[in-house]
């Protein structure tokens, strides 16, 4: 997301335990002293991520408040969904920029095996080590040397909602998967489809597809399946993509069907519920959904826009998966000591708060006051997020090679896409996957 939007792609408030259960080691970089205004006048830190609306307005002030301490100026590009590809031509360009929010696992590893990235400093390492649980360093450390600093944290397990058009449908939030769509074919009957699917984003149908399957599989396969030491072929898969694939092909479910699925990017799906015409009851997607609601469209989280937790699919458990974003330093930035100086402030709650305090945003960071949330919503989701139980499972596509998991237009995104167009051949989707898996992990 991912992705995510975040990429990059909540359980019920205080209800949902966050967590991620991973050992950690890491050793941080060269040391750098404290950023001060002298020291870094002058100099301009280029931030590249995904972030576009919102989230990218939100992220500004962060990025002025580290003007303001240090006199760096600083510069936001869009990279578009292709992180990678962007990253790559910007340094074979010798346009590289000092500082990536990287959405995906799988592209951190591998820009630190093409040798792009600078450990973090020992400063940054410190603060990180102070405020993160071990796993989110985990994450962001490759053979041992700790490169991305997890500065956004997402909760991809909920289910956004509009509390009008389920009291005008006479229906309440569904508790099994079961329930999900028999409520979402109450709201179509009452004069809106269920859901505004962001088809045209293909990591959001990766996120559908990684719930289901975390919760009909459960997490030992579903670790399985994120390293491929299970195969997209397995039984498993066949059938998550077959419960999946029922409600792609339901026109009740689905605003506008499979082609009105394909045309809608994630923000517009978020419009389509909390926007001034609305075209769906709901939207799946993460945490990050109620920053757009309440910054795009005017919505009071809790009140005019609501979530419950992605629920059970049959006999399974409720799934939780997360996702986040990790800041790296690239080695060919111009300015890479002002680039560590961005990410040593980035690892303090001060800098985590300004964010929090504009809404959209969950840090993994436990320093983090929950007085700095905007809405008690977001308060309790930063809670469990902090509070860590080992069920949470890593957005599944964001481990991946890029060439899967990550990337506009090929792989697990485009087969998905193409699955949503047509799901009526779930083994023969499987197939495909499995066929680009292959190819992406090397076996």
Same mark, same amino acid.
């Given at each position: #997301? ?98 990536? #929010? ?237 680039? #560590? ?54 957005? #599944? ?47």
């Amino acid at each position: #997301m991912s992705r995510n939007i975040t990429a990059r792609r909540t359980a019920a408030a205080g209800s949902a335990v966050l967590a991620l259960a991973l050992g950690a080691s890491a050793c941080g970089g060269e040391a750098t002293g404290p950023a001060s205004a002298k020291e870094l006048s002058g100099q301009t830190v280029t931030v590249a991520g995904v972030w576009t609306g919102s989230e990218q307005k939100n992220f500004q002030k962060v990025l002025d408040a580290f003007s303001e301490k240090t006199g760096a100026k600083t510069t936001f590009v869009p990279t578009g969904d292709n992180v990678s590809t962007f990253v790559g031509s910007k340094i074979e360009g010798g346009n590289a920029p000092e500082v990536v #929010m990287v959405p995906q696992v799988g592209v951190l590893q591998q820009f630190a095996k093409e040798g792009w990235l600078s450990p973090l400093s020992k400063k940054a390492d410190a603060t990180a080590g102070a405020g993160l649980a071990p796993v989110w360093k985990n994450y962001g450390t490759v053979d041992g040397t700790y490169y991305g600093l997890y500065f956004k944290a997402a909760h991809k397990s909920t289910v956004w909602y509009s509390p009008a058009a389920f009291e005008q449908a006479g229906v309440g939030e569904p508790k099994t998967y079961e329930d999900m769509l028999k409520t979402g074919r109450t709201l179509a009957d009452s004069g809106l489809p269920a859901f505004s699917v962001a088809g045209e984003d293909g990591w959001t149908l990766t996120d559908w597809f990684e719930n289901i399957y975390l919760s009909q599989a459960g997490p030992e396969n579903y670790d399985k399946l994120a390293a491929h030491k299970l195969p997209w072929t397995d039984p498993t898969v066949v059938k998550a993509l077959t419960t999946l694939g029922d409600l792609f092909k339901d026109k009740q479910l689905v605003a506008g069907g499979a082609n009105g699925a394909l045309r809608t990017p994630f923000p517009t799906s978020v419009e389509q519920v909390f926007g001034p015409e609305p075209k769906a009851g709901m939207v799946y997607e993460g945490d990050f959904v109620g920053g757009i609601a309440k910054d795009e469209f005017g919505k009071k989280l809790g009140e005019d826009a609501k979530f419950y937790p992605f629920p059970p699919v049959g006999s399974g458990t409720a799934p939780v998966v997360s996702g986040g974003d990790a800041a790296v330093v690239l080695k060919d930035g111009k300015n890479r000591k002002a680039g #560590m100086a961005l990410l040593e402030f980035l690892a303090t709650p001060e800098a985590a708060e300004i964010w929090a305090g504009a809404g959209g945003f969950l840090s993994p960071n436990k320093n983090v006051k929950l007085s700095a949330y905007s809405d008690d919503t977001t308060r309790a989701t930063a809670e469990s997020l902090v509070k860590a139980g080992d069920s949470v499972r890593f957005d #599944m596509s964001d481990q991946a090679p890029a060439a899967f998991g990550g990337t506009k237009g090929a792989g697990e995104w485009k087969l998905l896409q193409d699955f949503l167009r047509n799901p009526s051949n779930p083994k023969a989707t499987a197939a495909k996957l499995e066929a680009a898996a292959a190819k992406a992990y090397g076996n």
